[in-house]
């Protein structure tokens, strides 16, 4: 009975500890919100690149569509910084986020009236390109306002995990809509969800949020603010070393939606449907790996680097699966290790940083995070393209493995 007593008091702790954050009624009310939203946000993920390749056929204009998507952050990324840290970080979100909404609402409806071209896809893309340049890193900053810094892993490990979760859901949703009704309804589901997110986002107390002042200055309009962030990160040996590995394996080794697409169809011989569930795999693996990293209470270079090791392993292992459910498997454990090194290199450049920079600096993670998409998506698509979808895997393996362990004896 007492080692029950004692189990269960060791059980209690572990979730309050894993959920702890959530004990901030603002952040209990975005996570909720967001929740709710980031399934339709996958949902439309996977049905546009599914609209991609349906209207192409082609590997290397699915990377496109994601470089058209992701480029803006590599021309104003630094910009987008600098605007987070100095307007209300709050009201920034509720603007991006109706933006996504009505962008989502434009192609569904394109969709299911059957007038969609390719170009109108690139455009819309673009378009939802612009608006992740100050959604991004307001969002990621704005967890400083919520929560105490001592919580910013769990609270940042939280975020991964509700993302992941839509990973989960949301792309299997996709998968038997677009296989039973088509695209367009996938739109139309993610367009209603930001509603969740705006109403959290509506509902919150502002006096209790923990305003910073841009840099320590009253105004926060001063010249070179954006050329001061980057100059800090340059200037800080584990933010620089961060920045660089969390580069190497976006630009090499996050390109799912351009080679999960083509395994299913080319390695495979499937659809829609097994898409869906390879990026829901993929999913659950990450939850897992959030809620493994909300559990722990630190973030260090050393952490970052282990992770990334381990990314390129089991990319490695990917890439010499035989079947369908072993791919299923190593879906998830590539998931649970991409989300636990995620994690860490957002909070080891947050920890790191001082608050009234968080927007510029987390800008430059956003940079090399999302803004390597439109040079890795063509050619990862390029690359499966011309050696099959499998050669991805031995890409992104490589590459992580050869900048763990070239960085290795430098943090020594």
Known sequence: MRRLRRILRAARQAHDRTFRSLREPNYRRFFTGHAVSVVGTWMQRVAQDWLVLTLTGSGVALGLSSALQFGPIILLGLWGGTVVDRVDRRRLIIATQSVQAVLAAALAVLALTGVVQLWMVYALALALGLVTVLDSPARQAFVGEMVQPADYVNAQALNSTVHNAGRLVGPAIAGLLISTTGVGVAFVVNAVSFVAVLAGLLRMDTGSLRRVTPTGQPTGQRKGQAREGLRY????????????????VALFGQNFRVVLPLLAQSAFDSGAEVYGYLTAALGLGAVLGALFSASRETATPRGLLLACLAFGAVNLVAAAVPTLTAAYVAMAA?????????????????????????????????????????????????????????????????????AAAALLPRLR
């Open 233 to 248: 990160v340059l200037g800080a040996p584990d933010l620089r070393m961060a920045l660089l590995l969390v580069g190497v």
């Open 334 to 402: 590539i998931g649970f290790v991409n989300i636990v090194f995620n994690t860490l290199g957002r909070t080891v450049l947050q920890l790191g940083s001082a608050p009234g920079l968080h927007g510029r600096v987390l800008a430059l993670h956003g940079l090399v995070f999302l803004g390597s998409t439109p040079f890795g998506g063509p050619l990862l698509g390029w690359i499966c393209e011309a050696y099959g979808a499998r050669a991805g895997f031995v890409v992104a393996g490589v590459t992580a493995l050869g």
